[in-house]
């Protein structure tokens, strides 16, 4: 507990850099694979691939959307409206990046990439499309720490979902490194390339704690929006990504044992 009151104490901003430089690591030990393995079973990384959609959408649940209307019962508005409007500006912000920003997703060579027409390789491609799964991430990871204040709970509590988000980031690495490795690029090249698509997690935790210091009543929002951001990535890329092979099974079971595990790490140990 001791410990603990000392976290509390810091800035929640160098808190948030902490757990964003978290997550980018975990994303950085799954891309390490790639020195390893030139391969994996396709069946193993569906089922990876379905761990962390529903480890994302068990946080999204009881470490976002869950806070974010417990926030709100004491306010002038409807309970149900600053975390409604928050998860809708998240997914419609996705929504907007998606189609900004040309990227390639894993499993989708046949119908090329999405976003506006330009003249990049796949390589590329594919890593912009894994920097816009893992920005999100770090948004919540940044919003959770930045509700913390000086309250131990919820400290806890961002250090569950910090901690649940580095877990699913290790098959987010794996599933870029390898690729890039099968393309003909280096071991080296993969790796460095298959970590770097987490860099932006500790830039979107450090924004996301700044934007609910700033102001206390954004928060039920942020949260929201964090949720809504992270729903959005499990709905359009990560089920489809890992149903892609026809066996949708393995990617199923995969996400219930996430959610669960999730669900667990979130309420019984905070």
Do not use: K
């Amino acid at each position: 507990m001791r410990g603990m009151n000392t976290l509390v104490s810091l800035s929640p901003l160098l808190l948030a850099l902490g757990g964003g430089l978290f997550t980018w690591g975990m994303t950085a030990v799954g891309a390490a694979a790639v020195f390893f393995a030139r391969d994996v079973d396709r069946r193993v990384m569906d089922a990876a691939l379905g761990f962390a959609a529903g480890v994302m959408l068990a946080a999204s649940c009881f470490s976002l959307l869950l806070p974010a209307l417990a926030l709100s019962r004491d306010g002038p508005l409807p309970v149900w409206l600053p975390a409604t409007v928050g998860f809708l500006a998240g997914g419609a912000f996705l929504w907007a990046l998606d189609r900004l920003v040309p990227h390639l997703h894993l499993n989708q060579p046949a119908t090329g990439p999405e976003g506006p027409r330009v003249r990049l390789s796949s390589t590329t491609l594919l890593f912009l499309a894994l920097t816009l799964h893992n920005f999100p991430e770090g948004v919540a990871v940044g919003v959770a720490f930045g509700a913390t204040g000086q309250d131990v709970a919820s400290l806890a509590g961002a250090a569950t979902l910090t901690l649940g988000i580095g877990v699913q980031n290790l098959p987010e690495g794996l599933a870029l490194a390898l690729p890039l490795r099968r393309e003909g690029l280096s071991v080296a090249r993969a790796f460095l390339l298959g970590q770097a698509s987490g860099i932006v997690e500790p830039v979107g935790a450090v924004l996301g704690a700044a934007a609910v210091t700033i102001s206390t009543a954004l928060l039920p929002y942020a949260l929201g929006f964090a949720a809504g951001a992270m729903v959005f990535v499990v709905i359009e890329e990560l089920l489809p990504e890992a149903q892609a092979h026809g066996d949708t099974d393995l990617p199923t079971l995969g996400a219930m044992v996430g959610f669960a595990g999730m669900m667990v790490l979130d309420t019984a140990f905070v």
